[in-house]
């Protein structure tokens, strides 16, 4: 897969920028704050319609705009070009149009484009508590088979309504909320099943990957183990939910089920989230990024755009060498405020300033 042009209007910084991009490795430099990080996020939104900073729609607008706009051409693996135009509104639903069509639902611009992001922020994957994990492992769902973003909505859907209603029971577990709840535990362990049953089978695939990623960083072979081994398993969620039923009432929520699970990261034996220095948290969270890239690649059949951005400034010199020797195959953006090391031989160069485009 190949982004082969790139527009930006009134997006973030960019009044108005045009790129033209290229297989291989392309190079973004330029000082802090000019827009490198910017560019990065609106490659990645042509392939989610959202921002992996985090935000909502509004902060991608340009002050004093009301709609950004993105637009690429994209090329499959096959030939064929797609020109994907997204307008991106400060308040209300953004457009999508394909080939001039307009998308009826946003969500079925998944799969068109596929983009995997490094950014610094992902040290949040190790760091963090469970949800960044388990988005990580959603998003890896979704770009393996866009079915499973319904499956995404139908759990979040089963948890709001279970929700509401223990909310409104106050408390109390009567006859009428106990009807209720019957149905939607059987709708949540029909969902939430299904969402255990996929995290468990990427975990298991990803694993592997993962360790060969962190040993190739880390210039030796480290025990890396990937643990997703959520209690509610092991019993069905079914059981699960029927034990936690009376305190799921006193206390108004759901107490159990795929919405809490975590996959523990670990290394050497010990959890890495409070036993691993900072240099190998941030290399263990490269190397499930690098890990999912390619376990899409190989299971999908087409190798996402890799976005790194401002990777370099986050390892160690041997470590970013290791990284920059062996990039994968297929189109890799790389972003970067201080010089290329020696290791980084890029096929192309952008210097951004001041959210344009300037001669290199």
Not at 24 to 46: D, I, M
Not at 158 to 173: D, E, K
Not at 174 to 202: I, K, N, Q, T
């Amino acid at each position: 897969m190949l982004v082969e042009h790139l527009e930006l209007v009134d997006f973030r910084n960019y009044s108005s920028a045009a790129f033209d991009l290229a297989a291989g490795v392309t190079c973004v430099r330029g000082r802090n704050g000019q827009g490198k990080t910017n560019l990065a996020e609106a490659l990645s939104y042509l392939a989610t319609l959202g921002s992996f900073r985090g935000v909502g729609n509004d902060a991608l607008v340009r002050v004093g705009a009301d709609q950004a706009y993105v637009r690429a051409t994209v090329c499959d693996d096959d030939g064929r070009r797609s020109l994907i135009e997204a307008e991106v509104s400060r308040v209300g639903r953004s457009r999508v149009q394909v080939n001039r069509q307009r998308l009826q639902r946003t969500r079925d611009l998944l799969g068109t484009v596929r983009v995997s992001v490094f950014s610094p922020d992902d040290l949040d994957l190790v760091k963090g508590g469970p949800g960044e994990r388990r988005t990580f492992c959603d998003d890896a769902l979704v770009a393996l088979a866009t079915k499973n973003d319904q499956l995404r909505r139908d759990l979040d859907r089963v948890l709001r309504q279970r929700g509401t209603l223990l909310r409104s029971a106050g408390g109390r577990l009567s006859p009428e909320v106990e009807v209720s709840l019957d149905v939607w535990d059987a709708r949540f362990v029909e969902v939430g099943e299904r969402v255990g049953h996929a995290r468990a089978v990427l975990v298991e695939r990803l694993s592997p990957l993962v360790s060969e990623a962190y040993a190739h960083l880390a210039g030796a072979d480290v025990p890396i183990d990937l643990v997703y081994a959520p209690t509610w398993r092991a019993e069905g969620l079914a059981a699960a939910l029927a034990t936690a039923r009376t305190d799921d009432v006193r206390r108004g929520q759901s107490t159990v089920g795929p919405h809490r699970d975590d996959v523990e990261l670990m290394i050497n034996g010990l959890p890495a989230r409070t036993h691993a220095s900072q240099g190998e948290q941030r290399t263990l969270a490269l190397s499930l990024r690098l890990a999912a890239h390619r376990l899409v690649a190989e299971r999908v059949g087409s190798t996402p755009v890799l976005v790194l951005d401002d990777v370099l400034s986050e390892l160690d010199e041997e470590r970013a060498a290791a990284l920059l020797r062996d990039l994968p195959a297929g189109q890799v953006v790389i972003t970067t405020a201080s010089p290329l090391p020696a290791a980084a031989h890029p096929d192309h160069v952008i210097m951004i300033e001041a959210g344009a485009v300037v001669d290199v």
